[in-house]
């Protein structure tokens, strides 16, 4: 969509980003706020939106990036740089700051590419400036070169050090003899443009043994070079120059090397430029609830609870729409009332969101596929300025005429105003009456009776007033749809203190059938008011009664969710009371002598019977928990890679990595499980994520025992071998425990599991899994 800059100053279009500027991190973001325009095409909006939208999820998901707000654009160096062949250290070392922040937030994107690839193409604009910033390091954070610079810099330096250590010496031996220091103004050695000098009494000039270099600033002595010091002086110039010779050899190397790198640079500003706005427009969203209008292709756009972004959260909210049932929208009103705001507002809001960033509105805002905005706003309330500014605008709505198409916004302000009411009454008509048969989607604010009665009379031409009240005689700034205006000029000039004798004048100078129409006007103005403020009314008593039914909702799922969970526990207290009991069973029936077998198996099966009764109970318990939780899932719940779920019936949450044939694959800890759909519920919480290793040579021990065992679907005798060589695996391998999975079903497999461990001398524990471990559907074993 194309806003051309005149467009924009009449909008206040840059005036209107300040927000964005007051959240910017830096001088990149700044650059970047600058240079941003509208997209030309409805294809770049989409693809800036959605990098928007995917960069504020990759925040929400993996934290901000570090950032260096003293990164600060290089190339505008660059230009004295190609003429001079020379960048200066402190130059320099601006350049590092940017390729270290460049570096920074390609390292923090590398990872993100997989899960968020428009991302990847931000990444692949950062280019890698690892042998400049190498280079580059030999610059001090200071802006000096360091002695390493190069070999010969270091040894220059190291012989300046020295012939200034030879210096101190010797003056330290002048300033001993008292028949120089009688001559001295101070007792002390000066370094003065690179020379060892002594400050010496005026009277004493002739008798000093030195040559005059400098007078001091009170003229009451000079700057002396004692001879003594000369040589040692002149070693030190020499070698200055040595060193400022060499420094510019090493700065001229590192200019061509950046130089070189000039677009690479230049993009690397870009990207750090768009990410800072970014960063700033996810402020804003969070802060001030600003929201990302959705993006339609039709030839409409709609505005709810907009606000102009520099009279911030003072703004009344306006809801406007154009181009759903009408394409021109007739706004009147009297003077002062908000009727400029509104058209300033939309015409802002519109360009902000062809930029790519959001608006300050609420959810429902949706902005269509625009070509161009045009726009005719100015102040008409200048009497001196009447006729240069109706030619003013008259040219200018010519040119719109000339430009404006079936896909072009444009907004006028006034119409008609600043000539013959009548000559701009009809004007104002044909005008608008042009840009409705060319389908143009247009916003107009007038005073004139007869605009408004071709808005109420002509199809697809819609009405608006803003509210005035009556009461008070001020307005409210409010936006009423589909009600044309009163001016309400009398009213407003009798608040002002018009004299009573004028007003009655004015009042007996109106039209009958003007007046009626007014007063007309005026009552469905007094009416919907009315209406809305009933409609406001209610709607806050449904929002209100949704906010409570939600609570009493979230109460009694709070309520069921702590029943389950304490049946949980008592359920899984009561199985490790059970698998103990088996296995003290086992232990006598083992112990008894053969005579005495056959009345224990007798007491060992009323026993199975009894915990197959008990264990019955609890998993009919466990099935309807689940059955709760499947059906209190929300309509809107779907199960795609990257959401986080929670298994129906246990505290297992996890995160989904991939969807086929109605089943997920999750990982959850260090599980990876194959869970039905049906089976997922939403959750909060968040999922736990397997944690590295403490050193790397326990690591490489493990990368060949993996820390859990999938058993489940496997009968006994497949899985008690494979169990036996993994429990060993893992055990010589260095594992402080690992989790055994063998499902929950007829617990056969289970106990089976359990009496393995309580065998295995080197098992030190084995435990059912507790909330968010898979419940009892894993065992958790512990080595000693």
């Known amino acids: 969509m194309i806003v051309a800059p005149p467009v924009q100053e009449l909008l206040e ?21 600058d240079a941003l325009e509208p997209c030309r095409t409805f294809e770049q ?124 010496r010797t003056a330290a031996r002048l300033l001993e003899d008292p028949h120089i220091v009688n001559m001295l103004q101070e007792r002390s050695l000066n370094w003065r443009d690179g020379r060892f000098l002594l400050l010496v009494r005026q009277e004493y000039i002739n008798r000093f043994p030195g040559l005059t270099v400098d007078r001091s ?27 400022r010779d060499e420094e510019r050899l090493i700065l001229l190397e590192l200019t061509r090397r950046v130089l070189s790198r000039e677009r690479a640079i230049a993009d690397a500003e870009r990207v750090l430029g768009e990410l800072d706005l970014f960063s700033a427009s996810d402020v804003l969203m969070r802060t001030r609830g600003w929201v990302m209008p959705e993006l339609t ?58 930029s790519g960033l959001p608006l300050p509105a609420r959810d429902g805002t949706s902005v269509g596929n625009f070509d ?48 013959d009411p009548q000559e701009g009454a009809a004007l104002g008509v044909a005008i608008l009456e042009t840009l409705r048969r060319r389908r143009s989607l247009v916003l107009a604010t007038t005073h004139h009776n007869p605009i408004k009665q071709y808005a109420l009379t002509t199809p697809g031409v819609e009405t608006a007033s803003m509210e005035f009240d009556a009461e008070r005689l001020s307005p409210t700034y409010r936006l009423l749809m589909g009600v ?49 403020r009933a409609e406001r009314e209610f709607g806050e008593t449904v929002r209100e009664t949704e906010r409570l039914k939600q609570l009493y909702r979230d109460r009694v799922a709070e309520i069921d969710f702590q029943r389950d969970r304490i049946m949980e526990a008592a359920d899984r207290r009561a199985a490790n009371l059970l698998s103990r009991a088996e296995e003290t069973s086992r232990g006598m029936i083992r112990d008894l002598e053969e005579t005495m077998k056959t009345a224990a198996h007798r007491g060992l099966n009323d026993r199975r019977q009894e915990i197959h009764r008990l264990r019955k109970g609890m998993e009919r318990r466990q099935a309807k928990r689940v059955e709760r939780e499947i059906e209190a899932r929300p309509k809107s719940f779907v199960v795609e890679p990257g959401a986080t779920v929670q298994v129906a019936g246990s505290g297992v949450v996890g995160l989904v990595e991939s969807v086929r044939n109605g089943k997920a694959r999750l990982t959850a800890g260090p599980m990876r499980l194959e869970v039905p759909v049906d089976r997922l519920v939403a ?41 036996s060589n993994y429990l060993d695996r893992a055990y010589r391998g260095n594992h402080a425990s690992v989790t055994i999975i063998h499902g929950r079903g007829e617990g056969v497999l289970r106990r089976e599991v359990h009496a393995l461990c309580a065998r295995l001398k080197y098992v030190k524990d084995y435990r059912l899994g507790g909330a968010g471990e898979g419940g009892y559907g894993v065992t958790i074993v512990s080595f000693a």
């Not at 400036?129 to 190291?158: K, T, W």
Request: net charge neutral; proline share 4%.
């Open 484 to 532: 044309p205006g009163k001016s309400n000029a009398l009213m407003i000039a009798r608040r002002y203190g018009m004299p009573e004798a004028v007003l009655e004048l004015a009042q007996g100078s109106l039209d009958a059938r003007t007046a009626s129409a007014e007063d007309l006007m005026g009552e469905l103005n007094e009416r919907r008011s009315a209406l809305e």
């Open 683 to 723: 959750t909060d919480r968040k999922a736990k994520v397997a944690l590295p290793p403490a050193d790397t040579t326990t690591a490489m021990r493990r990368e060949t025992v993996p820390s859990s065992l999938m058993l489940r679907g496997m009968n006994v005798d497949e899985a008690l071998p494979l169990l």
């Open 297 to 354: 292709r039709k030839r409409a756009f709609r505005l709810v609870g907009a606000r102009h972004p520099l009279l911030k959260d003072a703004a009344v909210p306006v809801d406007v729409r154009c181009g759903e049932s009408f394409g021109t929208l007739v706004v009147t009103g009297p003077n002062t009332g908000g009727k400029t705001v509104v058209l300033k507002t939309a015409g802002v809001c519109l360009t902000m969101a062809w």
């Open 372 to 419: 161009a905005l045009y726009a005719d706003i100015g102040d008409e309330q200048s009497i001196e300025q009447n006729l240069s500014t109706f030619s003013a605008h008259l040219k200018n709505i010519i040119g719109v005429l000339g430009e404006a198409t079936s896909s072009s916004v444009v907004l006028l302000d006034e119409l008609g105003a600043g000539t």
């Open 45 to 168: 909006l989409e693809k800036r939106a959605a990098l928007l939208r995917s960069w504020i999820d990759f925040v929400d998901r993996r934290g901000e990036i570090a950032w260096n707000a003293e990164a600060a654009p290089a190339t505008p160096l660059f230009e004295g740089a190609k003429r001079s062949g020379l960048l200066s250290g402190e130059e320099l070392l601006s350049v590092r700051t940017l390729l270290a922040a460049a570096r920074r937030v390609r390292e923090g994107l590398a990872e993100a590419v997989e899960d968020f690839p428009l991302l990847g193409g931000l990444r692949d604009r950062l280019r890698d400036f690892s042998p400049e910033l190498e280079a580059l390091s030999v610059i001090e954070d200071s802006g000096r070169l360091a002695d390493g610079a190069s070999p010969r810099l270091q040894a220059i330096r190291g012989e300046l050090e020295a012939l200034k250590r030879s210096g101190r």
């Open 13 to 33: 279009f840059r005036k209107a980003l300040q927000p964005f500027r007051d959240r910017l991190r830096g001088a990149l973001g700044l650059c970047a706020l």
């Open 217 to 243: 600033g009170s003229g009451n002595s000079v700057y002396m070079e004692p001879r003594m010091l000369s040589s040692v002086n002149n070693g030190l110039m020499l070698k200055t120059r040595d060193e």
